[in-house]
Nanobody
Framework: QVQLVESGGGLVRAGGSLRLSCAASGVSFRPNTMAWYRQAPGKQRELVASSTDFGTTNYKDSVKGRFTISRDNAKNTVWLQMNSLKPEDTAVYYC????????WGKGTLVTVSS
């Protein structure tokens, strides 16, 4: 059974920083892709950043230069460093990891006040 556990969300003022963490557990689980998605109230879930086990990263245009995704393959852990946060970054952030199939975390709330 694969489980993804996120942490690091919270309330921060605009311009501040937060770091999200996600640890994936499961026997013999070696994800190819680990990613962060977010879902704001009334909106669809969207990809924020992704990372492959080869080190390829991809970012949503609006977070480029502000957010950085990183991972430790040995620990099946992925982080999202979020700097220069804006009110429009407010959302529930979900961790996603996939190998032969995908798995989701339960999400962590990030609130950015103006």
């Amino acid at each position: 059974q694969v489980q993804l556990v996120e942490s690091g969300g919270g309330l921060v003022r605009a311009g501040g920083s937060l770091r999200l963490s996600c640890a994936a557990s499961g026997v013999s689980f070696r994800p190819n892709t680990m990613a962060w998605y977010r879902q704001a109230p009334g909106k669809q879930r969207e990809l924020v950043a992704s990372s492959t086990d080869f080190g390829t990263t991809n970012y949503k245009d609006s977070v480029k230069g502000r957010f950085t995704i990183s991972r430790d393959n040995a620990k099946n852990t992925v982080w999202l460093q979020m700097n220069s946060l804006k009110p429009e970054d407010t959302a529930v952030y979900y961790c996603y990891a996939s190998s032969s199939r995908g798995f989701w975390g339960k999400g962590t709330l990030v609130t950015v006040s103006s």
